[in-house]
């Protein structure tokens, strides 16, 4: 799907609703949390989506953000669908939010991306995977991520992230450790790498244990070679997966430290699903907010039928009556 297909999937505040329904980001159904009685899905011009749920019996209205993950934002549910379109496929740049979304805010935008990451977050919370396996090989390695630019400015704290990657199956794992001594990198080890995995590594002393956990270890010394011209071991996959991860960290002009951990999250989604990103995250986002026939609180006063539109009101006298 390109941004032309979206738009032309959000024309009318109808579409939109449509859109959401089938991928689970609205409800079809809700129950009115004052009475209890089943909500009807009615036009409201005065909201800023076009449709509100109304409460069949009291006669209540709340917006059909509330339970979503559209709510409490003033953005309409179309401009964020934009938005999650441009942060999939990383063109959520200031300039193309601004002048495809019209967000003036960068806190807005900030908030939207860390949205955004959250979600991914959340994927990997609910499907935790162990890499490798008998017949595997995963490369290990540790990296800084924040240092001087040739050793000027002022004195930064190094940031070490730990990572593995399976190159047959093009699955790895990241995570900040606070050094990379044994005692930090062996558990990360235990807790990502499955037993029987061919572990490949460099020559740092803190893997010298490696192999007597139930892993076959094998070693590379980078001064020497790069393919060990023996057992034909390399850590280059892994390597790889460095540059990649830093490259979008140069691209977004650094990050902040205690967002990093969340920007590897973002990397290592984008590298598993990265084919279909925009479909992915909209999957992933009704995985996190599922939407159902629960109550509600509602949170607009109630109003007389006499503002509803003629179309709408003969709609929910209906419904009421059947």
């Known amino acids: 799907m390109n941004i032309t297909n979206l738009a032309d999937q959000l024309q009318t505040p109808e579409a939109t609703l449509n859109f959401c329904q089938k991928r689970k980001l609205v409800a079809e159904e809700k129950r009115c949390l004052h009475c209890g009685q089943d909500c009807l899905l009615a036009k409201r011009a005065s909201l800023s989506d076009g449709y509100g749920w109304r409460c069949s019996s009291c006669r209540c209205w709340t917006s059909i953000k509330n339970g979503t993950f559209f709510s409490y ?40 991306k860390n949205f955004l990451r959250d979600i991914c977050r959340d994927y990997f919370l609910r499907n935790p995977r162990q890499i490798g396996g008998p017949g ?4 290990i390695d540790e990296s800084v991520f924040n240092r001087r630019k040739h050793n000027v400015g002022r004195l930064l704290t190094p940031v070490w992230v730990f990572g593995g990657y399976d190159p047959a199956e093009k699955e790895g794992f990241l995570a900040t450790v606070p050094n990379r001594n044994a005692e930090t990198l062996l558990p990360l080890i235990k807790k990502y790498v499955l037993p029987g995995t061919t572990v490949v ?26 393919v060990d011209p023996v057992t034909q071991a390399t850590t280059n996959h892994v390597e790889r997966m460095w540059k990649e991860a830093k490259q979008g960290n140069k691209r977004e002009c650094g990050t902040n430290r205690e967002l990093l951990e969340t920007y590897l999250i973002e990397f290592m989604w984008r590298k ?20 159902g026939k629960e109550e509600l609180p509602i949170t607009i006063a109630t109003s007389s039928p006499s503002t509803l539109s003629s179309e709408a009101l003969q709609k929910s006298e209906e419904n009421i009556s059947s």
């Open 73 to 112: 934002s003033r953005l309409t549910i179309s401009c964020i669908l934009k938005v999650i379109y441009l942060w999939a496929f990383e063109m959520a740049s200031t300039k193309n939010l601004h002048r495809e979304c019209g967000l003036r805010s960068r806190h807005t935008i900030v908030d939207w």
């Open 136 to 139: 595997h090989m995963v490369e």
């Open 201 to 226: 590594s460099d020559c740092w002393r803190a893997y010298s244990k490696v192999g007597g956990d139930g892993y076959h270890h094998l070693t590379v010394n980078h001064s020497l070679n790069f």
């Open 272 to 291: 598993k699903f990265g084919r279909q990103p925009f479909d992915s995250i909209l999957t992933h986002i009704a995985e996190s907010y599922p939407v």
